[in-house]
């Protein structure tokens, strides 16, 4: 495959990831209201890991003992810290809030991998774009909404979330420069994952979270599993936006870059709020068309200087 088929195939999947990802907000909005935040995170990569052994049912050796670290860091910030942070946000923030603050994730990844791993992409036009994007994203989100209702701890949380995702891509990037296969390698990823959340679960018992709790009366559990769209939610969020989308996006990260990959984020509340027109007929006001082309713009400034650069 030559570099600009790469390119493409990479953005492809990139494409296909944010799309995905933006309809996930809808999916655990919905979920929230018969499952935790804990039991919604837990059966959504424990379907993944299932899918990912049944689509490749092929072990993945570590090449070096230190890989291992690198794929139980992944797991833990990647899935049990992001993950969790971003649905328990929702419990105590807006969508909105929580969409935006989110979407700040490039800027947290830009410079951890500048820092560790001594990539160059800070410079005035990434800061601008930026800017211009993330006040595309604010307009996209609000949507028309004149009144932007703060929440400390919702909002400081997604925050938390941003960061974890940076600190997840760079021990992506360092599994992605090691060799392994993108299906197993995001598979171990998950069983770290998992391993992190039962180990959260035990920790439960003495802080006692009722975001982390786990019901086990089965009456209630035969209401809740026995709800069609509880299970079309579970099984796209754990198929699709986890089983298909993390393996996408690790090849995205590899084909295109770490840093160019993550830019597309900005566009996650992009696609939320215009697949909330399709399905749930919710109104796409100027402000949010102007907000969506605002966001194109930052994305395309912000790599103005890698583009110069390559030519």
Same mark, same amino acid.
């Given at each position: 495959?030559?570099?600009?088929?790469?390119?493409? =195939?990479g953005?492809?999947l990139a494409?296909a990831t944010v799309?995905? %990802?933006g309809?996930?907000?809808v999916c655990?909005k919905y979920? =929230?209201?018969?499952f935790?935040?804990?039991?919604?995170l837990?059966?959504r990569?424990f379907?993944?890991y299932?899918?990912?052994?049944?689509?490749?049912?092929?072990k993945?050796p570590?090449?070096?003992? @230190?890989?291992n =670290?690198y794929? !139980?860091f992944?797991?833990?910030? *990647?899935?049990? +810290?992001y993950?969790l942070?971003?649905?328990v946000?929702l419990?105590?923030?807006s969508a909105s809030?929580v969409?935006?603050?989110?979407?700040i994730t490039?800027i947290f990844?830009?410079?951890i991998a500048? +820092?560790?791993?001594k990539?160059k992409?800070?410079s005035l036009k990434?800061f601008i /774009?930026?800017v211009?994007?993330?006040? /595309?994203?604010?307009l996209?989100?609000?949507n028309?909404?004149?009144?932007?209702h703060? #929440?400390?701890?919702?909002?400081f949380?997604?925050l938390s979330?941003?960061?974890? %995702? /940076?600190?997840?891509?760079?021990?992506?990037s @360092?599994? #992605?420069?090691a *060799?392994?296969?993108?299906?197993?390698?995001?598979?171990?990823?998950?069983?770290y994952?998992?391993?992190f959340m039962?180990l959260?679960?035990l920790?439960n018992?003495?802080i006692? &979270?009722?975001n982390? #709790?786990?019901?086990?009366?089965p009456?209630? #559990?035969l209401k809740?599993?026995?709800?069609f769209?509880? %299970?079309l939610?579970?099984?796209?969020?754990?198929i699709?936006a986890? *089983?298909?989308c993390?393996?996408a %996006?690790?090849?995205?990260?590899?084909l295109?870059?770490?840093?160019?990959t993550?830019v *597309?984020?900005? =566009? +996650?509340?992009?696609?939320?709020?215009v697949?909330a027109f399709?399905?749930?007929s919710?109104p796409?006001t100027?402000?949010g068309?102007c /907000?969506?082309?605002l966001?194109? !713009?930052?994305?395309?400034i912000?790599?103005? &200087? @890698?583009k110069l650069?390559n030519?």
């Amino acid at each position: 495959m030559n570099d600009k088929s790469s390119q493409f =195939l990479g953005f492809a999947l990139a494409a296909a990831t944010v799309f995905f %990802w933006g309809i996930t907000f809808v999916c655990t909005k919905y979920l =929230l209201t018969s499952f935790s935040a804990y039991e919604i995170l837990v059966t959504r990569f424990f379907l993944a890991y299932i899918f990912l052994w049944i689509i490749y049912p092929h072990k993945c050796p570590v090449k070096e003992k @230190k890989h291992n =670290l690198y794929f !139980a860091f992944a797991g833990l910030f *990647g899935v049990t +810290i992001y993950q969790l942070m971003e649905n328990v946000a929702l419990h105590f923030s807006s969508a909105s809030n929580v969409s935006i603050i989110v979407s700040i994730t490039p800027i947290f990844t830009a410079i951890i991998a500048q +820092i560790f791993l001594k990539e160059k992409h800070i410079s005035l036009k990434f800061f601008i /774009g930026f800017v211009l994007a993330i006040f /595309g994203v604010a307009l996209v989100s609000f949507n028309g909404t004149a009144v932007l209702h703060l #929440n400390p701890l919702g909002d400081f949380l997604a925050l938390s979330a941003s960061v974890s %995702w /940076g600190f997840y891509s760079l021990f992506v990037s @360092k599994i #992605n420069k090691a *060799g392994y296969k993108s299906i197993p390698a995001t598979r171990k990823v998950f069983f770290y994952a998992l391993v992190f959340m039962i180990l959260l679960r035990l920790c439960n018992f003495a802080i006692n &979270d009722e975001n982390l #709790n786990v019901v086990l009366k089965p009456s209630e #559990n035969l209401k809740r599993f026995s709800d069609f769209y509880n %299970w079309l939610c579970l099984l796209f969020l754990g198929i699709v936006a986890s *089983g298909f989308c993390f393996v996408a %996006w690790s090849k995205a990260c590899r084909l295109v870059g770490t840093v160019k990959t993550t830019v *597309g984020i900005y =566009l +996650i509340p992009v696609v939320t709020i215009v697949f909330a027109f399709l399905v749930l007929s919710e109104p796409i006001t100027p402000m949010g068309a102007c /907000g969506a082309v605002l966001t194109i !713009a930052g994305l395309f400034i912000s790599e103005m &200087d @890698k583009k110069l650069r390559n030519k």
